[in-house]
C-alpha cells in the first residue's frame, strides 16, 4: 500500500515530465506543418526573377512557370532570354523575358519602368522595392556561406555577399512597416556553371591579371598557380549536385505562408 501511494503520488511528475518532453516534437511537428501552407492564387502572383540564363535563376524560373506563376525573367543576353522561352514554351505560366544588367543603372532603370506597366494586373514579390512596397509583397535575395566566413582567394566575392546579406537585414526592417517580408538564401557550394573548375580558373586568372606587378612579385607566380589549382579543386570536390535545394528553397520564401527570414543550404554551410 505504501508503495503504491507513492506511485500515485508520482504521477503528477510523470505526467509533467513526459509533456516537457513531448514539447518539442510537438513544436518540430507544428513548424513542419506550418512549412507546407502556401499562399493562395499563385496564378495571379507575378515573380521578377534576375539572372535567369542559367543556374539558380533559371531553374527557378522554369519551377516557377510549372506552378503557373506569371515570371519577368531578367536575362543578361538574347540567346539566355530565347532558350528560357523555348524551355517555358508549354509549361502553364506565362514568361516574359527582359534583357537585363543588373550592374547598368540604364538596363536596370529600363526594366524598372517595363516592369511597372506591364504588372499592373498582377502583384510583384522580387526586386523593385517601390513596387513592392504597392503590392505588400516579397524581395527574396540570394547571398552566400560566404557572407559569413571568408576563404582565401574570395576577398571580393565575400565582401559582396556580406554587404547583400547587411543591405537586406537594413530593408528587412524598413520595409516591414510597408507590409513588405525580405528573405535571404545563403546556399553553400553548389554544382552550378559558377562553381565549374574551369570558370573558377578563368575567374582566378582575371583577377591576377589586373593584380599590379609590385604584388605579383611579392607573392610569385608559384604561389598563384598553387592557390588557383587547390581552390578550383576544392570548389570542385565540395559542390554539391542537389541544385534542386537552392531552387525549392528559394520556391518555399516565395510562395509559402510562413516563409524563414534566411535559409542556410547545403551540407557545407549548416554549422556555420
Given at each position: 500500500m505504501p508503495l503504491l501511494v507513492l506511485l500515485l503520488r508520482d504521477v503528477p511528475f510523470i505526467w509533467g515530465v513526459a509533456v516537457f518532453a513531448a514539447l518539442p516534437v510537438l513544436y518540430l511537428a507544428v513548424q513542419r506543418a506550418l512549412k507546407h501552407i502556401e499562399i493562395e492564387h499563385l496564378e495571379k502572383r507575378a515573380v521578377f526573377i534576375t539572372g535567369c540564363d542559367t543556374g539558380f535563376g533559371n531553374l527557378l524560373a522554369l519551377k516557377c512557370a510549372r506552378r503557373g506563376m506569371p515570371v519577368f525573367a531578367g536575362c543578361l543576353t538574347k540567346q539566355g532570354a530565347e532558350d528560357l522561352l523555348g524551355a517555358t514554351a508549354s509549361l502553364p505560366g506565362k514568361v516574359e523575358t527582359i534583357l537585363l544588367d543588373v550592374a547598368s543603372d540604364k538596363s536596370v532603370a529600363a526594366a524598372a519602368k517595363y516592369l511597372e506597366i506591364a504588372t499592373e494586373k498582377y502583384g510583384v514579390t522580387q526586386a523593385l522595392k517601390h513596387l513592392v512596397k504597392?503590392?505588400?509583397?516579397?524581395?527574396?535575395?540570394?547571398?552566400?556561406?560566404?557572407?559569413?566566413?571568408?576563404?582565401?582567394?574570395?576577398?571580393?566575392?565575400?565582401?559582396?555577399?556580406?554587404?547583400?546579406?547587411?543591405?537586406?537585414?537594413?530593408?528587412?526592417?524598413?520595409?516591414?512597416?510597408?507590409?513588405?517580408?525580405?528573405?535571404?538564401?545563403?546556399?553553400?557550394?553548389?554544382?552550378?556553371?559558377?562553381?565549374?573548375?574551369?570558370?573558377?580558373?578563368?575567374?582566378?586568372?582575371?583577377?591576377?591579371?589586373?593584380?599590379?606587378?609590385?604584388t605579383k612579385e611579392e607573392y610569385g607566380e608559384c604561389f598563384f598557380q598553387k592557390c588557383r589549382g587547390q581552390l578550383a579543386k576544392g570548389i570542385g570536390m565540395f559542390a554539391d549536385p542537389r541544385v534542386d535545394v537552392v531552387v525549392d528553397a528559394y520556391f518555399h520564401a516565395l510562395t509559402a505562408r510562413f516563409p524563414n527570414l534566411r535559409y542556410q543550404l547545403g551540407l557545407d554551410c549548416q554549422f556555420m
Amino acid at each position: 500500500m505504501p508503495l503504491l501511494v507513492l506511485l500515485l503520488r508520482d504521477v503528477p511528475f510523470i505526467w509533467g515530465v513526459a509533456v516537457f518532453a513531448a514539447l518539442p516534437v510537438l513544436y518540430l511537428a507544428v513548424q513542419r506543418a506550418l512549412k507546407h501552407i502556401e499562399i493562395e492564387h499563385l496564378e495571379k502572383r507575378a515573380v521578377f526573377i534576375t539572372g535567369c540564363d542559367t543556374g539558380f535563376g533559371n531553374l527557378l524560373a522554369l519551377k516557377c512557370a510549372r506552378r503557373g506563376m506569371p515570371v519577368f525573367a531578367g536575362c543578361l543576353t538574347k540567346q539566355g532570354a530565347e532558350d528560357l522561352l523555348g524551355a517555358t514554351a508549354s509549361l502553364p505560366g506565362k514568361v516574359e523575358t527582359i534583357l537585363l544588367d543588373v550592374a547598368s543603372d540604364k538596363s536596370v532603370a529600363a526594366a524598372a519602368k517595363y516592369l511597372e506597366i506591364a504588372t499592373e494586373k498582377y502583384g510583384v514579390t522580387q526586386a523593385l522595392k517601390h513596387l513592392v512596397k504597392k503590392t505588400r509583397g516579397r524581395i527574396v535575395t540570394i547571398s552566400s556561406a560566404s557572407g559569413r566566413l571568408g576563404f582565401i582567394g574570395m576577398g571580393p566575392y565575400t565582401v559582396s555577399k556580406h554587404a547583400v546579406s547587411g543591405y537586406c537585414e537594413v530593408i528587412r526592417q524598413e520595409l516591414k512597416y510597408f507590409g513588405v517580408s525580405v528573405h535571404i538564401l545563403e546556399p553553400g557550394v553548389f554544382k552550378t556553371p559558377m562553381a565549374a573548375e574551369c570558370n573558377v580558373k578563368a575567374r582566378l586568372d582575371s583577377l591576377w591579371e589586373k593584380v599590379p606587378s609590385s604584388t605579383k612579385e611579392e607573392y610569385g607566380e608559384c604561389f598563384f598557380q598553387k592557390c588557383r589549382g587547390q581552390l578550383a579543386k576544392g570548389i570542385g570536390m565540395f559542390a554539391d549536385p542537389r541544385v534542386d535545394v537552392v531552387v525549392d528553397a528559394y520556391f518555399h520564401a516565395l510562395t509559402a505562408r510562413f516563409p524563414n527570414l534566411r535559409y542556410q543550404l547545403g551540407l557545407d554551410c549548416q554549422f556555420m
